[in-house]
């Protein structure tokens, strides 16, 4: 009389452990961060040179300077667009690729909604101080973080949260979160030197680059970490 064992692959333990393990490398597969990074550090550094010339500044004999960046306005809102429309279309030329499905959709949703409240939240606050004239006091620093927010560099931090959600990417989360304490906390947005005109544009176009090389770097990063996975 013989013993009959049962075959390894049906042990239920290690089947779960096999669909985790096969759960897991089809999240992997599936992930494009490196590319929805670089093509948002692309739209930023395409963006300064539409500030830099878009931006219309007067300064008086007095020292003070009036400026508004009409360039950025109607750059930034359809320059989102295509850039989460591409986004869009890599993750999922990638994904029929591998024969895999992409949960993009919520990313690209996302993405446009903000493009579009964007532009509607900083064209209210320009409206809101050509009626009611900038305060002598310093501005609280509430309002000074959330007018960064509504920049389209802390659009994008917003977008890729939900991307890092959707991902499940623990390591995006953390980038995200880096990125939208520098953008929000860290970023100077005052260089004092140089005549009035320079030093306006030079404080705007600035944090810009620093925000598309911190992208660049997160893009460069990301696509070195997912060739050492495969």
Do not use: K
């Amino acid at each position: 009389m013989t013993a009959n064992s049962i075959p390894e692959a049906s042990d239920p333990r290690r089947l779960l452990s096999d669909l985790r393990a096969l759960s897991r490398r089809v999240r992997l597969d599936q992930r494009m961060t490196w590319a929805a990074l670089l093509v948002l550090a692309v739209a930023t550094f395409v963006a300064i040179p539409f500030d830099w010339f878009g931006m219309w500044v007067r300064c008086h004999p007095d020292g003070s300077c009036e400026f508004a960046r009409r360039g950025m306005l109607y750059y930034w809102m359809p320059a989102l667009l295509v850039a989460y429309a591409t986004i869009a279309m890599w993750y999922l030329r990638a994904a029929r690729s591998r024969g895999l499905s992409a949960r993009v959709l919520p990313y690209a949703i996302t993405g446009a909604v903000t493009s579009a409240v964007f532009p509607a939240a900083w064209l209210a606050v320009h409206l809101y101080f050509e009626s009611h004239p900038y305060p002598d006091s310093p501005l609280p620093y509430w309002y000074l973080v959330l007018d960064r927010l509504v920049m389209p560099w802390g659009t994008i931090g917003v977008t890729l949260l939900v991307l890092a959600w959707l991902e499940r990417n623990v390591a995006l989360l953390a980038f995200t979160v880096g990125y939208l304490a520098l953008v929000l906390l860290v970023l100077p947005m005052n260089f004092g030197f140089g005549p009035p005109h320079f030093a306006i544009r030079v404080g705007m176009a600035v944090p810009q680059l620093i925000v598309g090389v911190v992208l660049l770097a997160g893009a460069l990063l990301f696509r070195a970490a997912q060739r050492r996975q495969r």
